[in-house]
């Protein structure tokens, strides 16, 4: 029974609120100890019949009240599970039952004498360890009145001396110290348990943040113990060594070159800090005591130096935009003024100088359109992304590009899905179209169907968008560089397009690269595209559903 009491959380309320499932249980326990004993009490007298063992002053009281405790048992237990309603009266029935009958045996059995007093002691212990104190106490009380009471009668009717008084009386004070002792115990055994299951749903909570940060760190962990056994690993780790489920693997033979490094850390031969070789990749790690030298476990954390490099090359190009965007906007005020100068200065010159001033006229120009594209690269990051329906959107924006440019509508082929949808920046998209058909159209032979845009959904959601020309193509030294900031075969070009188009790809989630001729199979099969230059954006796909996207005017 105190075993079920320890599954408990809190303790009754005065109140009558919510009593734990784990009191109920202590009661089933109770009343099944109950049993047991009426069964004892039964097979005592049948087996020694006139010894007469118990009930040696009333055979027939004793016996009776044997059969009714057994049945009021059986009552109870049916009560336990049929009427669960009020837990303090289920208690009160039940304990003043036991020192009712309790009382009636050692009645019958000749009083104290008989040494069944000792039997108040069980029923008291167990209400006091699921009810309140004042409760015990009361139930201690009333063991003590049933006890002075029939030493009472035992003394009146039969005038016995007063010394049965003595043992009745440490009797008494045995129910009290049981009743305070066992309930003092089961509460501080309540809140000792309530204590650990807060600690326990803290630890829980706490493994549970540690395992999610350890999963999503961009840095590899391993946690090794003194064998070199991997006994924790993260998914970083698993990519970066270039395996799965690296837990129960040892590092000799997964990564032997992680071995020696921990190997000589451990004889501290070694720095806790080192760089290794694996997998073609140069792998920066570092080593940790994790168990303050007890276990000789230790944690490795792992850092491919090649990612790092790229992203202080990040942090180093975006202070330099941001550099150079400042420094085009100061430049910017006087160029236009230097504009301005040379158009005035052309309606007054002489015909000799105006083909000076027209020099001055267009370069000036061409760095004002240099600044411009700086600026714009400068705000990529302020990206407002919005369903786009890619049919709608690039028939828009074919229409709108031939009547700006002056190309003929034929020379573009559609290959266009009309499920086909993303979530991008509608402007950024735009400009990166832009630049790439108005290339495209450069370098193609400007005649029919010279220029396609094809669409491709691939399984697991991903759009491909293509841009592809019939011009002779890109050859391989400059397909490396095309992406570079003002690398340009043009003599007018700026060298900014493509860049600040791949920059505005990224800025929305999004992949803009160049596409050779060998892995041209799969478009080439559907869509029969011509052998020119071929540039491809892939985003995610976003489909629509009636009534709940908005496609803004589209």
């Not at 959107?393 to 009547?403: D, H, N, R, Y």
């Not at 052998?531 to 559903?545: I, N």
Request: hydrophobic fraction near 45%.
């Amino acid at each position: 029974m105190m075993g079920a009491l320890a599954n408990s959380s809190v303790v009754p309320k005065p109140s009558g609120g919510p009593v734990p499932e784990a009191f109920w249980k202590s009661l089933g326990l109770f009343n099944i100890s109950r049993m047991i004993l009426a069964g004892v009490l039964l097979a005592v007298i049948l087996l020694y019949r006139d010894g007469r063992a118990f009930g040696a002053s009333d055979p027939s009281l004793f016996y009776k009240t044997v059969i009714v405790y057994f049945l009021l048992s059986l009552c109870f237990w049916w009560a336990l599970k049929k009427v669960r309603t009020v837990f303090a009266a289920h208690l009160a029935v039940q304990a003043v039952t036991d020192i009712v009958v309790v009382a009636l045996l050692l009645h019958a059995s000749g009083g104290i004498r008989s040494g069944l007093g000792i039997l108040l002691l069980m029923p008291l212990a167990a209400a006091a360890s699921v009810s309140r104190g004042r409760m015990s106490m009361f139930f201690a009380a009333l063991a003590t009145f049933a006890l002075l009471v029939e030493n009472t009668y035992w003394v009146l009717q039969y005038e016995i001396g007063l010394a049965d008084y003595l043992p009745s009386g440490l009797m008494a004070a045995g129910c009290f110290a049981v009743s305070l002792v066992t309930n003092r115990l089961a509460r501080r055994l309540v809140a000792n348990e309530q204590l650990v299951r807060q600690r326990s749903a803290d630890l829980r909570n706490q493994l549970e943040i540690n395992r999610l940060v350890i999963r999503d760190m961009p840095t590899g962990v391993l946690a090794i113990d003194a064998h070199g056994k991997v006994r924790l690993a993260n998914p970083e780790a698993e990519r970066l060594l270039g395996r799965q489920s690296l837990a129960g693997d040892y590092l000799q033979s997964t990564a032997p070159a992680l071995q020696v490094a921990n190997q000589q850390w451990r004889a501290s031969v070694g720095s806790a800090r080192t760089q290794v070789t694996l997998g073609g990749r140069d792998i920066q790690i570092r080593l940790l005591d994790a168990a303050g030298g007890e276990q000789g476990d230790c944690l490795i954390f792992l850092e491919d130096s090649g990612r790092l490099r790229e992203q202080a090359q990040q942090l180093k190009l975006a202070a330099l935009g941001r550099l150079t965007a400042n420094i085009a906007h100061e430049i910017r005020n006087p160029l236009s003024a230097i504009n301005h100068a040379a158009e005035l200065l052309n309606e007054d010159s002489a015909p000799a100088a105006a083909r000076l001033t027209r020099i001055i006229v267009e370069n000036a120009a061409r760095l004002d359109r240099i600044v411009r594209e700086v600026l714009q690269l400068n705000r990529r990051d302020r990206a407002s992304p919005e369903a786009i329906r890619l049919a709608d959107f690039l028939q828009g924006f074919v229409e709108q590009i031939c009547a700006s440019e002056g190309i003929p509508a034929g020379a573009f082929l559609l290959h266009l899905p009309l499920d086909s949808s993303v979530y991008f920046d509608r402007q950024h998209l735009h400009q990166i179209l832009w630049n790439l058909v108005t290339n495209a159209w450069r370098h193609s032979r400007k005649g029919q169907a010279c220029v396609h845009l094809t669409v491709l959904t691939r399984v697991g959601g991903i759009v491909e968008l293509g841009v592809v020309d019939d011009g002779p193509g890109i050859s391989e030294a400059n397909a490396a560089q095309v992406f570079e900031p003002f690398f340009t075969t043009d003599s007018k070009g700026t060298g900014l397009g493509l860049y600040i188009a791949r920059e505005l790809a990224a800025a929305n989630q999004a992949l803009l690269e160049f596409v050779p001729a060998s892995e041209r199979g799969d478009e080439e099969s559907v869509y029969s595209e011509p052998a020119g230059a071929k540039f491809r954006v892939t985003f995610e796909e976003r489909r629509f559903e009636s009534g709940r996207d908005s496609l803004n005017g589209e």
